[in-house]
């Protein structure tokens, strides 16, 4: 079963800057991966992706601000988020995409406020 971690997550002021990361325990290679968020009240929801071959793909919502990478040599995917709103206040987590694992990371909390 895949483990997923999720880290880099803080407090940090709007209009901040933070970088997300996800260590996989398997081979990523090959593996469309995508990152998610969930606010409190909220259903989770899909923030971006990136295939193998680093196309990628955003929500409206973050297009512009935030950019997903990927080390498959590391089994590692980022996420750098720029501009940040308090609207990105959420747990992050990373996951396969379109079809997610059954089993979720822990995710990292992001937390945008003055």
């Known amino acids: 079963q895949v483990q997923l971690v999720e880290s880099g997550g803080g407090l940090v002021q709007p209009g901040g800057s933070l970088r997300l990361s996800c260590e996989v325990s398997g081979s990523i290679k090959d593996k469309t991966m995508g990152w998610f968020r969930q606010a409190p009240g909220k259903q989770r929801e899909r923030v971006a992706h990136?295939?193998?071959?680093?196309?990628?793909d955003y929500a409206d919502f973050v297009k512009g601000r935030f950019a997903i990478s990927r080390d498959n040599a590391k089994n590692i995917i980022y996420l750098h988020m720029h501009n940040l709103k308090p609207e990105d206040t959420a747990v992050y987590y990373c996951n396969y995409f379109p079809n997610p694992a059954t089993s979720w990371g822990q995710g990292t909390q992001v937390t945008v406020s003055s």
């Open positions: 990136i295939t193998n071959s680093r196309w990628t």
